[in-house]
T-cell receptor, first 109, second 112 residues
Framework: GQNIDQPTEMTATEGAIVQINCTYQ??????LFWYQQHAGEAPTFLSY??LDGLEEKGRFSSFLSRSKGYSYLLLKELQMKDSASYLC??????????WGAGTKLIIKP | TAGITQAPTSQILAAGRSMTLRCTQD?????MYWYRQDLGLGLRLIHY???????GKGEVPDGYSVSRANTDDFPLTLASAVPSQTSVYFC???????????FGPGTRLTVL
């Protein structure tokens, strides 16, 4: 079966760094996506990795290791507005996204 | 640019009634999707369409139907609603199936 695992909830302090992990087992692999979803809102695209390594985009970075079936999203210089759920999704061999349940990130002052 | 719009924003529906959730995009994207999101679960794909005139079944298609008569619109119909269909429904689109998806604001549906 297909499976995406990520922690249910994490807490971090404003100004700090947090790493959200995602492990996956899917039928084929055509890339891994990270989305941000604020409560009551739609998911919005953050990053896409298809090759191994680190992709940096401002305060956010995403890492992928295909051999380990592992990714992480790194958020630096945390701000209160970063309080949200972070969704990991893998595109399978049929180009359909398989979604994790999301990690709720709580930022404390 | 509006992007993707969904209607209604929320709805309470009696079990056994039918309902159509509307989704319209103005980005001229080829691919469109319907997901449901339930607490503690990841987004689950209901139906998708890679291009106008074609549709496909996702992970949880039972009880739902879709049509794609043109590029912009992708309505989702519940023929006879059941309480287990209580959920938040998101419509999404992408330029082609392998690209990032853009989501509408969602429809919160309660079936009693």
């Amino acid at each position: 079966g297909q499976n995406i695992d990520q922690p249910t909830e994490m807490t971090a302090t404003e100004g700090a760094i947090v790493q959200i992990n995602c492990t996956y087992q899917t039928s084929g692999f055509n890339g891994l996506f990270w989305y941000q979803q604020h409560a009551g809102e739609a998911p919005t695209f953050l990053s896409y990795n298809v090759l191994d390594g680190l992709e940096e985009k401002g305060r956010f970075s995403s890492f992928l290791s295909r051999s380990k079936g592992y990714s992480y999203l790194l958020l630096k210089e945390l701000q209160m507005k970063d309080s949200a759920s972070y969704l990991c999704a893998v595109m399978d061999s049929n180009y359909q996204l398989i979604w994790g349940a999301g990690t709720k990130l709580i930022i404390k002052p | 640019t509006a992007g993707i719009t969904q209607a209604p924003t929320s709805q309470i529906l009696a079990a056994g009634r039918s309902m159509t959730l509307r989704c319209t995009q103005d980005m001229r994207h080829n691919a469109m999707y319907w997901y449901r999101q339930d607490l503690g679960l990841g987004l689950r794909l209901i139906h998708y369409s890679n291009t106008a005139g074609t549709t496909g079944k996702g992970e949880v298609p039972d009880g739902y139907s879709v049509s794609r008569a043109n590029t912009d619109d992708f309505p989702l119909t519940l023929a006879s609603a059941v309480p287990s269909q209580t959920s938040v429904y998101f419509c999404a689109s992408s330029e082609v199936s392998r690209h990032e998806q853009f989501f509408g604001p969602g429809t919160r549906l309660t079936v009693l």
